[in-house]
Structures are given as C-alpha cells and as structure tokens.
C-alpha cells in the first residue's frame, strides 16, 4: 500500500518561504511521477508542480512559475516543494501525489494515491 505524508506547512508572511516535504512508502517509485496540489477553501483543487521520479523532468503551474520549485531525493523517497515569496492566495491545503506512470502532470485526476495534505497560510 502506497503512503505519503506530507510535512512543512505552516503559517508565513507575505514574501516568506516555506519548504514541504512528501515522503513516499510501500512501494518502488522509479516508474512513479510525483505531483504537488492545493485546495482553498470554496475553491477547485489546483496542480502546483510535478516531476518524473528519476528524470527530473519538471512542470508548473503558470500562477507558481518562478516561485516554487519542485524536486525530489530518490534515496530518502522524498518529494520537496520549496515556495518562496508567498502570497496570501497561496494559502490553501497542500496535498502530495502519486501516478502510476512516468509522466507528470498537472491534472489531478489522472493520480492515484494521495497524501492527508498540509496546511499553508499566508498573512498579509
């Protein structure tokens, strides 16, 4: 059974940086992508980034481009995703993902596990 957890969430201000980790267990990932979502209240849940597990090929949203970045340490099974200067529209639940494939996207209905999420919240 695949588990992931998330961690790192937290309350910042405006222009700070977090760092969220996803670690990754119960199964051999190489063949996996990885992919970073949010979810605010009242609103559609959004892909953030998402990267092949060995390849290092990365994707990102538009509204993150230039301020997130997306990567991965294959040895500890761990996903990163480090957000610097946020934005209170940043704030949302922040989940990890699993895909059964290779190839990462942005559409989170093509992932098939899932992590419990980690809150970010961003003041003004």
């Known amino acids: 059974q695949v588990q992931l957890v998330e961690s790192g969430g937290g309350l910042v201000q405006a222009g700070g940086s977090l760092r969220l980790s996803c670690v990754a267990s119960?199964?051999?990932?190489?063949?996996?992508?990885m992919g970073w979502f949010r979810q605010a209240p009242g609103k559609e849940r959004e892909g953030v980034a998402a990267?092949?597990?060995?390849?290092?090929?990365?994707f990102y949203a538009d509204s993150t481009k230039g301020r997130f970045t997306i990567s991965r340490d294959t040895a500890k099974n761990t996903v990163y995703l480090q957000m610097n200067s946020l934005k209170p529209e940043d704030t949302a639940v922040y989940y990890c993902?699993?895909?059964?494939?290779?190839?990462?996207?942005?559409?989170?209905?093509?992932?098939?596990?899932w992590g419990q999420g980690t809150q970010v919240t961003v003041s003004s």
């Open positions: 990267i092949t597990w060995s390849g290092g090929t990365t």
């Open positions: 119960g199964r051999t990932f190489s063949s996996y992508a």
């Open positions: 993902a699993a895909r059964t494939s290779r190839l990462p996207t942005l559409r989170g209905f093509e992932y098939d596990y």
